[in-house]
């Protein structure tokens, strides 16, 4: 079986843009399968840096094309914006690049909602929103109100569009916002559509024929699994299956042309936005793992709150996912810390619970329980191999596959691409 899908199994930001990057390698296809331009990944190839949002990483290898499926909402602008950044430094996407037509576009209307139901949520309670209008879009899609790809590239797109903005600027009015420039909006969907038709493309048929011919797919996850729509922390999740489920009805790949699924891991926790976070640190080492890991959203620039790495929402991840073993990241960070912890269980009003309660009523008020590691205080960055690292790092990733009950196949000792450790659980050929 030669396809495989990536996923975070944390609150995002588990650095799968590296882990893409460095599969996408051995790929032919990548595939985006939910989200939109609330993702951010980030790969670092030599002294370039880049972000990508909605384009899947895949496409700076020169031999790989890429994907945005059906299950992703597309924002026009953005998107055209980031095919623009990638080829003023020289790659191009055309002829690599295909959107499904049965993806759903974001307006600016849904940027708008986004950001004005944040402001005005029930008893002030925030989810995190990143106001880039992908939950009013999913809405409308789930509403069935939403346009697709399909329709931005249709003859009559300006027809489509005038009876919804005009229904959306008198719910925005109602709201205090102020109303859109019906022409304007147009003209610009309009004059995006024109530059975007090209790339998209019915890309069911085009993942089914690689498939027949062998060829390797990656199916790219945005956010992460706790952040899952069903199976995160609801309702401070996003609003698509970020979860490995999500990669079928977001491509039209069935199930069972998938092979293996890879998790991928912060070797501590992160998250941005709110929600509870039972190992989270708000002292002098969360601020330390904050600064040494870098950790300040891709699409955002919000800083990230770091904690111990929590094996409970590991072994969620696990099952949820079918995860055959990890890629585990930014294991480096933890370099100079003199005792580490892993969250083995929580304790909640006098229960020890092993696994993610559904209520975050409950999970708020779970305490973690630790084990407690001593650091081995050298740098793991000049590794090559396993065998390269120190005594106590090895331990303390024996302990994180027993405690998760899945093997470590990759490991990331820095940023860029070759500071990738291929271990035998997934080996040179995966």
Avoid at 15 to 39: E, F, H
């Amino acid at each position: 079986m030669s396809s495989t899908v990536l996923i975070g199994a944390q609150w995002g930001d588990e650095g799968k843009g590296k882990i893409i990057d460095v599969l996408s390698a051995r790929a032919d296809w990548v595939v985006r399968y939910q989200g939109g331009s609330n993702a951010g990944h980030t790969v670092e190839i030599g002294e370039q840096r880049f972000v990508l949002h909605l384009i899947p990483s895949g496409l700076l290898h020169p031999a790989c094309r890429g994907i945005i499926g059906n299950g992703v909402v597309v924002d026009p602008v953005a998107l055209l914006k980031e095919i623009d950044g990638l080829r003023e430094r020289g790659i191009e996407p055309a002829g690599r690049l295909f959107v499904s037509d049965r993806a759903h576009v974001v307006l600016p209307f849904h940027r708008l909602l986004d950001a004005r139901r944040e402001q005005n949520r029930a008893g002030g309670t925030l989810i995190g929103t990143t106001k880039r209008g992908i939950g009013p879009a999913y809405g409308d899609k789930a509403s069935r109100v939403g346009l697709r790809m399909a329709d931005l590239v249709a003859p009559d797109l300006a027809d489509l569009l005038r009876p919804r903005l005009a229904e959306q600027n008198r719910i925005l009015e109602a709201l205090g916002a102020p109303a859109m420039d019906t022409a304007a909006v147009v003209a610009e969907y309009q004059a995006a559509a024109a530059r975007l038709a090209p790339f998209v493309a019915d890309t069911i048929p085009m993942l089914h024929a690689a498939v027949a011919r062998g060829e390797r797919i990656l199916f790219e996850g945005a956010q992460g699994t706790m952040l899952d729509i069903d199976f995160g922390t609801y309702p401070f999740v996003t609003s698509s299956n970020a979860t490995a489920g999500g990669a079928c009805a977001g491509s039209g790949v069935p199930p069972h042309r998938i092979g293996q699924v890879v998790g991928v891991v912060k070797a501590y926790t992160t998250r941005v936005g709110e929600g509870p976070f039972p190992t989270e640190l708000k002292d002098e080492t969360g601020a330390r793992l904050r600064e040494e890991g870098r950790e300040f959203g891709a699409t955002t620039g919000r800083p990230r709150r770091c904690g111990w790495f929590d094996a409970v929402v590991a072994r969620h991840a696990v099952m949820i996912n079918g995860i055959d073993w990890w890629a585990v990241t930014k294991l480096d960070v933890l370099d100079a810390l003199e005792t580490l912890r892993i969250c083995t269980a929580y304790e909640c009003d006098g229960r020890r619970l092993e696994h993610v309660p559904a209520d975050v009523r409950v999970l708020e008020r779970c305490r973690p329980v630790y084990e407690d590691f001593r650091g081995w205080r050298s740098s793991t960055r000049e590794a090559t191999r396993f065998e390269d690292l120190p005594e106590r790092a090895r331990a303390y990733l024996a302990r994180l596959e027993e405690l998760t009950g899945a093997p470590v196949g990759i490991l990331s000792v820095g940023p860029r691409r070759e500071s990738t450790l291929w271990l035998k659980a997934a080996g040179e050929g995966a």
